[in-house]
Structure formats: structure tokens, C-alpha cells
Nanobody, 127 residues
Framework: QGQLVESGGGLAQAGASLRLSCAASRHAFSRYIMGWFRQAPGQEREFVAGISRTGDRTDYVDSVKGRFSISRDNAKNTMYLQMSRLTPEDTAVYYC????????????????????WGQGTQVTVSS
């Protein structure tokens, strides 16, 4: 079935930046709509950012707009989340997700829409 492996998480101070990566081992990565979600302790999994198959469309939750940037490199089977101006409220486990959909210029916002998930990477932001 293939795997999604996140990396790049860790401990950061408020105001700092981190870049998360999601490496996919699955065939035809460019056929998948991709997304980033996060889950803080005691909270539901939350959509953070999504990107269409070619990267021509992206979307973000309001709380990260202007601070986070999602991108993908289909030649490298990798998706990224550049996070800047981090705040303690960004502390969570971050998951990447993939959805096999024959749809162009579409971003999926809901977790049930995704077919595959990574194991997650912890991001902790201290004040």
C-alpha cells in the first residue's frame, strides 16, 4: 500500500520556524491530493493545509494563513509544510495524508476524505 513518513518536527521557541516533510513511497505520487493535519492533546484532528495534485491550488486553516506554506515536489514524492512565526498554539502532532482522487485543482479539507496517513511528527513550541 505504500507509506507516508513525516519528518522535521521537534522543539522550537515561539517565533521560530520549522519545515516538515512528508515522504511518500507510493507509486504515482502526483495522483494524490495531499494534506497536513494536526492533533493537540485532548483535541480533535484539525485540518492545517492542503494541496492539489499539481500544486496549483492550496488552502489553509485561518489560524495558520500567512505563517505556513504547503508545497510539494512530485518528482521527489515529497510534500512540505514550511511553518514560520510559530506559537505555542501550534503545538501538536502533525500528520500528512493522501487521497487518491482523479480531480484536478481540488483541495480536500476533511480528514475522512483522505485514504492514507502517516504516523505523525511532534511539534512543540515553547513560549
Amino acid at each position: 500500500q505504500g507509506q507516508l513518513v513525516e519528518s522535521g518536527g521537534g522543539l522550537a521557541q515561539a517565533g521560530a520556524s520549522l519545515r516538515l516533510s512528508c515522504a511518500a513511497s507510493r507509486h504515482a505520487f502526483s495522483r494524490y491530493i495531499m494534506g497536513w493535519f494536526r492533533q493537540a492533546p485532548g483535541q480533535e484532528r484539525e485540518f492545517v493545509a492542503g494541496i492539489s495534485r499539481t500544486g496549483d491550488r492550496t488552502d489553509y486553516v485561518d489560524s495558520v494563513k500567512g505563517r505556513f506554506s504547503i508545497s510539494r515536489d512530485n518528482a521527489k514524492n515529497t510534500m512540505y509544510l514550511q511553518m514560520s512565526r510559530l506559537t505555542p498554539e501550534d503545538t501538536a502532532v502533525y500528520y500528512c495524508a493522501a487521497a487518491l482522487r482523479d480531480l484536478d485543482s481540488v483541495v480536500l479539507l476533511r480528514a475522512p476524505s483522505y485514504d492514507y496517513w502517516g504516523q505523525g511528527t511532534q511539534v512543540t513550541v515553547s513560549s
